[in-house]
């Protein structure tokens, strides 16, 4: 048997060739998102992309993230929480039954209001499955950062924070971009300062215009307030976590994101542990696992 795991977004997408034990044989990479792609045009780009992989005797295919949305190749409904690795096998959509199938999102609702992810769900049953840690905070950073509660394996619910559109926002297209310089690296002094002033109870929309005003009197650079900003950023999110009892916190994703994140919780007394692409292609496997004991 071999998986042919994919991760099919909005802006890129990636692939990779599983064998039966889950261990990558081939990997591929595009820039062709589902905004990228025009009406009527999934199934020809899938064979373009990946009909090699797919002639293997024996391949089947799994298509998490945006492929699944209503802008995707076919719209595969949301499965609420609570659910596990069970729950979202049971609505997986066929796309060419036996063949290639689409993976259901998760909502949840707190407040009155809806919540959704796509393609984070299978990021989490990979780290499950790769840690071992079936209980517990799992956050995944991003545009849209996802903060996510598991318990028994099972995702009981989450809450979605904009904060990297708000960077970018802020960074870019407010008063604050005439003097931050949004792709400076990583200052780390700069990014735990500001992660200590989020939590001055004044707020961020207070807390942002010190962006400002640090340039203004000259104590900070440009390169340096980028930093800072993003901790502010972090820091507000993180304010809004219950983390006494959590244990150590798993991030998923690009390392350049999950470091800064292992470094504001650090500097509230909060253990981290970090995971990468590897944890898609194992939430892909366990998931075929799963439809196919």
Same mark, same amino acid.
């Given at each position: 048997?071999?998986? %042919?795991?994919?991760?099919?977004?909005? $802006?890129?997408?990636?692939?990779?060739?599983?064998?039966?034990?889950?261990? %990558?044989?081939?990997?591929?990479?595009?820039?062709?998102?589902?905004?990228? @792609?025009?009406?009527?045009?999934?199934?020809? #780009?899938?064979?373009?992309?990946?009909?090699?992989?797919?002639?293997?005797?024996?391949?089947?295919?799994?298509? $998490?993230?945006?492929?699944?949305?209503?802008?995707?190749?076919?719209?595969?409904?949301?499965?609420?929480?609570? /659910?596990?690795?069970?729950?979202?096998?049971?609505?997986?959509?066929?796309?060419?039954?036996?063949?290639?199938? =689409?993976?259901?999102?998760? $909502?949840?609702?707190?407040?009155?209001?809806?919540? @959704?992810?796509?393609?984070?769900?299978?990021?989490?049953?990979?780290? %499950?499955? #790769?840690?071992?840690?079936?209980?517990?905070?799992?956050?995944?950073?991003?545009?849209?950062?996802?903060?996510?509660?598991? /318990?028994?394996?099972?995702?009981?619910?989450?809450?979605?924070?904009?904060?990297?559109?708000?960077?970018? #926002?802020?960074?870019?297209?407010?008063?604050?971009?005439?003097?931050?310089?949004?792709?400076?690296?990583?200052?780390?002094?700069?990014?735990?300062?500001?992660?200590? &002033?989020?939590?001055?109870?004044?707020?961020?929309?207070?807390?942002?215009?010190?962006?400002?005003?640090?340039? =203004?009197?000259?104590?900070?650079?440009?390169?340096?307030?980028?930093?800072?900003? $993003?901790?502010?950023?972090?820091?507000?999110?993180?304010?809004? &976590?219950?983390?006494?009892?959590?244990?150590? @916190? %798993?991030?998923?994703?690009?390392?350049?994101?999950?470091?800064?994140?292992?470094? /504001?919780?650090?500097?509230?007394?909060?253990?981290?542990?970090?995971?990468?692409?590897?944890?898609?292609? /194992?939430? =892909?496997?366990?998931?075929?696992?799963?439809?196919?004991?």
């Amino acid at each position: 048997m071999n998986l %042919v795991a994919i991760d099919w977004g909005t $802006s890129s997408l990636r692939g990779a060739l599983l064998d039966a034990n889950g261990r %990558v044989i081939d990997e591929r990479s595009a820039p062709r998102g589902i905004l990228s @792609v025009p009406a009527g045009g999934f199934a020809s #780009l899938f064979d373009e992309l990946f009909g090699d992989w797919m002639q293997l005797a024996g391949t089947r295919c799994l298509i $998490s993230g945006m492929a699944g949305s209503k802008q995707g190749w076919i719209e595969a409904p949301y499965c609420p929480c609570p /659910a596990g690795l069970a729950q979202v096998a049971a609505q997986v959509i066929a796309i060419e039954p036996g063949r290639i199938a =689409l993976v259901p999102g998760l $909502s949840d609702e707190h407040d009155g209001v809806p919540d @959704v992810m796509r393609g984070e769900e299978i990021q989490l049953f990979g780290a %499950v499955a #790769l840690t071992g840690i079936r209980n517990g905070v799992f956050v995944l950073p991003g545009t849209h950062n996802k903060w996510v509660r598991v /318990a028994d394996g099972r995702v009981t619910g989450f809450r979605t924070f904009m904060t990297g559109e708000f960077y970018a #926002l802020l960074s870019t297209h407010s008063i604050l971009s005439r003097t931050i310089d949004a792709s400076a690296p990583l200052d780390e002094a700069a990014f735990l300062q500001g992660v200590t &002033q989020s939590a001055n109870n004044e707020g961020l929309l207070h807390n942002a215009f010190g962006a400002r005003t640090l340039a =203004l009197f000259e104590r900070m650079s440009a390169a340096d307030l980028s930093s800072y900003l $993003s901790g502010l950023l972090i820091g507000e999110e993180l304010r809004t &976590q219950s983390l006494r009892a959590a244990g150590e @916190v %798993v991030l998923i994703g690009a390392p350049a994101l999950t470091q800064r994140y292992a470094l /504001a919780l650090h500097a509230g007394g909060v253990a981290s542990r970090a995971l990468g692409a590897e944890a898609t292609w /194992a939430g =892909l496997h366990a998931l075929y696992r799963t439809l196919t004991p």
